[in-house]
């Protein structure tokens, strides 16, 4: 790999973006390092600028807009993506790269192994292990930390990934994306450090916990929209049953229908129940193409 791009995004980083180039330029002596600045209120971009990196300035508010514009304005070989707090492992990107070229892989993604309890704080643990278990029962996933911001990818990754996100849920798009294609993955285990005492993290572990459900939902609907609308249906019809059993009991003992706005309602439920499952049917077919047509577009991309 001749062309090598370490794509950092950032904002309000200026307490640890000058540690993350420099552990780059080391680790990496060769590869052209890029920050992305997403608009910080402090020194971030001057920092990152003065410890050698390439900066450039990106507009729109939000990781996933950033990762974006990284991903369709930088040609490379071969990129490594990290986050800019100084949490990750510099060290083990050599052995990311080795791994994307020796298997043949198009995302290489590190494991975070927490060296402190205070790294990886508990509450976030369990939110990522509970997303993971999600993507297991929705994707047949493997993946064992989808939201790790440290990845190696291939070019054809990149260049041929449809980025919908905006925000922290680009990992998780990321990594659905790969299980969707089948393209090859690989995961290695690193190290994981706590913050530097002056910088703050930027994920509310609430608000971005439900946009993430909300995202993954979204890429359920768009990939798997039989299992998605087929769910949709199985509780709805357990409902309209559920609403209509007392009636139909009454009628079978009485030949009465004393409830009829019960009636009506447990009808109307049932209605939508088998509408939602064809929607399901229909859209599983369009689905399908759509996904070929991006597999066909990764398989054919060469340059």
């Keep these: 790999m001749k062309n090598i791009a370490v794509l950092i995004p950032c904002y309000n980083e200026a307490g640890a973006v000058e540690r993350v180039v420099a552990e780059f330029k080391k680790y990496l002596p060769d590869a052209t390092i890029y920050v992305y600045d997403n608009r910080s209120e402090d020194d971030t971009a001057e920092l990152a600028r003065k410890a050698g990196a390439t900066v450039v300035t990106a507009k729109i508010r939000g990781k996933g807009a950033v990762v974006r514009q990284m991903f369709s304005e930088i040609d490379a070989d071969a990129y490594i993506m990290v986050d800019g707090d ?164 009454t009628f079978v003992e009485t030949g009465l229908v004393p409830r009829l706005p019960t009636a009506i309602l447990s009808t109307g439920v049932m209605i939508v129940s088998f509408l939602s499952l064809m929607c399901g049917i229909i859209l599983d077919g369009v689905s399908q193409a759509r996904i070929e047509t991006k597999r066909l577009r990764y398989l054919w991309f060469t340059s």
């Design 86 to 249: 100084a949490t990750y492992d510099a060290a083990d990107a050599p052995k990311m790269l080795a791994t994307l070229a020796e298997e043949k892989a198009d995302m290489v993604a590190a494991v975070r192994q927490a060296k402190s309890d205070a790294a990886y704080k508990i509450g976030r643990k369990f939110g990522n292990r509970m997303f993971n278990y999600m993507l297991k029962a929705l994707f047949n996933s493997s993946f064992q930390d989808i939201f790790s911001g440290y990845r190696a990818f291939s070019k054809r990754f990149v260049k041929t990934l449809p980025i919908a996100s905006v925000g922290f849920d680009i990992e998780a798009e990321l990594s659905i994306h790969a299980l969707v294609l089948g393209v090859p993955c690989v995961e290695i285990e690193s190290k994981y450090s706590e913050r530097p005492a002056n910088t703050r993290s930027k994920l509310n572990a609430f608000k971005d916990g439900f946009k993430i459900l909300i995202s993954i939902l979204r890429l359920l609907k768009e990939t798997r929209p039989l299992l998605f609308f087929g769910a949709i249906f199985g509780a709805l019809f357990t409902l309209s049953v559920g609403i209509s059993y007392p009636i139909i009991k």
